[in-house]
């Protein structure tokens, strides 16, 4: 089993930011992803940001150019850098690690953190 612990989330102004850190532990052996999802009230969760193991990034285009992911290998741990937030930011955001058993793809969550961006 793997575990996810997301910390850094809060209360901030728009315009403002935070920056989220997630630390896995447990049975890792083969990541082939780390990334960041949120889920704001009354709406379905989705994709933030991710970064493959070989380093490259996706982010969804409503926080790109705001948002970067990174990732520190060594300490398996993932990075949500959040710079001038809105207030349509706020969710809770859940990061998510994805790794390869051989053929078989197992995705693990962490429990999220709160971010609220007041106006």
């Known amino acids: 089993q793997v575990q996810l612990v997301e910390s850094g989330g809060g209360l901030v102004q728009a315009g403002g930011s935070l920056r989220l850190s997630c630390l896995a532990s447990?049975?890792?052996?083969?990541?082939?992803?780390m990334g960041w999802y949120r889920q704001a009230p009354g709406k379905q969760r989705e994709m933030v940001a991710f970064i493959k193991n070989g380093g490259g990034t996706n982010y969804a285009d409503s926080v790109k150019g705001r948002f970067t992911i990174s990732r520190d290998n060594a300490q398996n741990t993932v990075y949500l850098q959040m710079n001038s937030l809105k207030f349509e930011d706020t969710a809770v955001y859940y990061c998510?690690?994805?790794?390869?058993?051989?053929?078989?793809?197992?995705?693990?969550w962490g429990q999220g953190t709160r971010v609220t961006v007041s106006p």
């Open positions: 998510n690690l994805n790794q390869l058993r051989g053929a078989i793809s197992d995705s693990y």
């Open positions: 447990g049975s890792i052996f083969s990541i082939n992803a």
